[in-house]
DNA sequence: ACTAAAAAAGGACATTTGTCCTGATGGCAC
DNA sequence: GTGCCATCAGGACAAATGTCCTTTTTTAGT
């Protein structure tokens, strides 16, 4: 759920230091709430979470909000529509107050290109970040609320994030309403 | 939902065709019904479709099915098992008489290292699994069975299988009664 | 400490989906 | 043709989930 990346995050940090006019990646920051990325629109920039927590959310046409995934300290978000050349797929928006890397699109490819490193940690992330979408797919589509949220809880025991109802609810892909009926039946509590 | 992929295909035969002694890839049929893979239990080999289509499925404890894509021409499966070291997230199944390139890990895994236009083949071709993944999962979970119902015959209207009603449902994550139910509703047939 | 605003809880009812069965339909061996 | 088996459609009911609102609790500001 909260994915984090840490030899992806000493990577970046290292292609920090060594440039040179510092106009590659730089510095930022997102107090809470703020978006990096919005669904539908053309990033500029794609993003190296250095601390904090985000949120990547689909937002459906019927209003509906579905959380894909929360995105912790060297995850990376935004390379998936420079690669495939798309618009941003979801929202991305900071859940704490966050400080990202941002770099350009252009620098990135560059990277691309020439760093066989960078190849790799990019294909053990994106093949990590398929089997947890598949899985969840799946386990969501045919199990009910009731077992997600008890998979839902273990995974958060072990991480410490503090999350809405709401963003609990959205992760889960059902309304609130649902989620308290389930909480309140199996007598649990968040 | 049926995935092709036409640059693999090219590049994977000419490896096959420039090999040596044969026995880093080697052409094998599978019969309509039989596994290429099965879930839980490790990967010997990962496969290049040449020829047929193949589907994907989780089948979770309660003996439910959920059908992650239908892989075409020129698809790979059992990548992300090698390239996490995991056993494997599904099973693969022949729905027609598949023809497949089946490789070697090893053999896999020094192409990994020494080619870079391997690398962003699969690159690319991961991306747009997690672009499709993600959002059929969103979808799914935040609309009826109706709204994806429509879009599945959108696309299949597009490619031509043929898959049996069973295998709609399981795509859908439901029922085989719900998606008659559903069917009727709408005064659709397949 | 008091109040306004926000977040959470939950009642009542509607809709969607699942489960379990039964009855129809269509091959196919004899 | 007859009977058998497999597949499929759908009825009846149950369970899960959503919608819409109202009430309760928390939080934050002054």
Redesign the interface.
């Known amino acids: 759920m909260l994915r984090i990346n840490h030899s992806f995050l000493n990577y970046i940090q290292e292609r920090y230091d060594e440039q040179d006019r510092k106009d590659n990646i730089i510095v930022k920051h997102y107090s809470k709430g703020q978006r990096l990325l919005s669904q539908h629109e053309n990033a500029t920039k794609l993003f190296f979470i250095q601390d904090g927590i985000a949120k990547c959310f ?1 937002t ?1 046409e ?1 209003d ?3 959380i ?1 995934e929360f995105s912790g300290r060297g995850e990376i978000v935004g ?2 529509e420079l ?2 050349q ?1 618009p941003c ?2 929202t991305v928006e900071a859940v704490t107050d966050v400080t990202v890397y941002a770099v350009t699109p252009d620098y990135f490819v560059q990277l ?2 020439q760093d ?1 490193v960078l ?2 940690y ?3 992330v ?6 947890n ?11 009910t609320i009731e077992h997600s949220l008890k998979k839902l809880l273990e995974l958060r025991s072990k991480q410490d994030v503090m999350l809405s109802k709401d963003d609990i609810a959205s992760y889960l ?2 309304s609130t309403r649902s989620l308290n009926r389930v909480l309140k039946a199996e007598n649990l509590s968040l």
């Open positions: 689909f459906e019927n509906k909000v579905y894909l390379e998936i690669i495939k798309i797929l979801c691309l290109k066989v190849n790799h990019l294909l053990d994106f093949a990590g970040r398929i089997v979408t598949a899985s969840r797919a799946s386990y969501q589509q045919l199990y892909g059902v």
